[in-house]
T-cell receptor
Framework: GENVEQHPSTLSVQEGDSAVIKCTYS??????FPWYKQELGKRPQLIID?????GEKKDQRIAVTLNKTAKHFSLHITETQPEDSAVYFC???????????FGRGTSLIVHP | EAGVTQSPTHLIKTRGQQATLRCSPI?????VYWYQQALGLGLQFLLW???????NRGNFPPRFSGRQFPNYSSELNVNALELEDSALYLC??????????????FGQGTRLTVV
């Protein structure tokens, strides 16, 4: 089955800095890569996703890049703010069924 | 529009007992997924139901089971509870299967504590 590795497990940055979270996946058939943000005590919520026919996608301060050859994808957050502090999960799934396999999560801490 | 709802929010059980967790998907969603979120282990896939059928299950023992009802709501049952079953159990729903993956929306979860 699919295996998703996520790094780092903890990331601490100063407000205004950029943050990068990286994930690798094992199944070359995976074609959908969502990112979820889970604030303390709340449910995971989708913040951005990318499909395999696209190399990069941006939404304001967040962007995701995908390298299908290397089987890795990354989340980039620019101009971080304290409210960006949360656990971020990457996931991978393939067409025909949607069972996302999640990474173990990255705890992002943004210091004011 | 109501989101995914789960009940109860908290559940305390004794080792060896059975627990039943419930999930109501977003109206119109036919697929329901169950995940276990134990501390430090991320989101571990448990079960997937679509159109009333179990479509796939993760690497969990048979004492984890469930079902999906005709109205697409779902139940997760955990028999013979063990201490390590203590975790947050998250339910998610989506529009269903197909070549086009669709976003999964999560519920708030049920915090199960086994003592």
């Amino acid at each position: 089955g699919e295996n998703v590795e996520q790094h780092p497990s903890t990331l601490s940055v100063q407000e205004g800095d950029s943050a990068v979270i990286k994930c690798t996946y094992s199944d070359s058939a995976s074609n959908y890569f969502p990112w979820y943000k889970q604030e303390l005590g709340k449910r995971p919520q989708l913040i951005i996703d990318i499909r395999s026919n696209v190399g990069e996608k941006k939404d304001q301060r967040i962007a995701v890049t995908l390298n299908k050859t290397a089987k890795h994808f990354s989340l980039h957050i620019t101009e971080t703010q304290p409210e960006d502090s949360a656990v971020y999960f990457c996931a991978a799934s393939k067409g025909g069924s949607y069972i996302p396999t999640f990474g173990r999560g990255t705890s992002l801490i943004v210091h004011p | 529009e109501a989101g995914v709802t789960q009940s109860p929010t908290h559940l305390i059980k004794t080792r060896g007992q059975q627990a039943t967790l419930r999930c109501s998907p977003i109206s119109g969603h036919t697929s329901v997924y169950w995940y276990q979120q134990a501390l430090g282990l991320g989101l571990q896939f448990l079960l997937w139901y679509d159109e009333g059928e179990e479509r796939n299950r993760g690497n969990f023992p048979p004492r984890f089971s469930g079902r999906q009802f005709p109205n697409y709501s779902s139940e997760l049952n955990v028999n013979a509870l063990e201490l390590e079953d203590s975790a947050l159990y998250l339910c998610a729903s989506s529009l269903g299967t197909g070549l086009k993956n669709t976003e999964a929306f999560f519920g708030q979860g049920t915090r199960l504590t086994v003592v």
